[in-house]
């Protein structure tokens, strides 16, 4: 348990240790697309951590939300964000819903989100708090991620949460011409990969070594 977990906090003082996060974590390092910064300070992450934890919701680390996975610490959301260029018109897949966050990050750039979670009760409970928050342009599917969404596709960019050791094929598949999908690829060591799908093939871009819960297979 977390040891500020008895301590409550108003919405201001969330909405302070926000606009810390953005400007000491963000902003200090090599976050500068300005659309992505201005969400995260939007976006209260404090609310999609599970309650004893809330203190801790805008700290430079990922945080667990139960069932052995964990929301990724506001950087990676940030740096996969800003990696993918959105603009604003993408149909956009997420792999691995987790408690929902990145989902509402994506939902304040793009019009449509569709975001699948292996474990069924992070995906009910994600999709409860999007729809509480405000959040009409997500859908929320229990399933296994490997296998995408086909019926929705093709993806103008995807975004995927948890680590396979290689890159599904599926996933690239379902991605449109000109659409790009970030990953994390790798066993105990990965990296942070790039793809491209151009008229010519798929196209590669090493970004930085991360560390996310292994992606898992549906039964």
Not at 74 to 102: C, D, F, H, N, W
Not at 166 to 174: E, G, I, M, W
Request: hydrophobic share 40%.
């Amino acid at each position: 348990m977390s040891s500020c977990s008895a301590v409550e906090h108003d919405d201001e003082w969330y909405a302070r240790k926000r606009h810390a996060m953005v400007e000491k974590q963000l902003q200090a390092r090599d976050i500068t697309d300005t659309l992505t910064l201005k969400i995260m300070d939007k976006v209260p992450r404090h609310l999609f951590v599970p309650p004893d934890f809330r203190s801790e919701a805008y700290e430079d680390y990922p945080l667990p939300i139960g069932y052995d996975q964990t929301i990724s610490q506001p950087y990676i959301v940030a740096y996969m964000t800003q990696a993918l260029k959105l603009t604003g018109s993408e149909r956009v897949l997420e792999i691995g819903a987790g408690s929902g966050y990145q989902a509402a990050v994506l939902a304040e750039i793009c019009p449509e989100v569709y975001s699948i979670e292996i474990v069924p009760e992070l995906a009910k409970s994600a999709e409860l708090k999007l729809k509480e928050l405000g959040y009409q342009n997500v859908k929320v599917f229990a399933g296994d991620g490997y296998k995408g969404l086909p019926e929705y596709a093709p993806f103008d960019a995807i975004i995927v949460t948890a680590a396979p050791v290689s890159v599904p094929r599926t996933l690239l598949d379902q991605l449109r011409v000109g659409g790009r999908m970030i990953i994390p690829v790798g066993d105990y060591f990965q990296n942070l990969c790039l793809y491209r799908k151009t008229p010519q093939g798929i196209t590669e871009q090493n970004l930085l070594p991360v560390r996310f819960v292994p992606m898992i297979h549906g039964k």
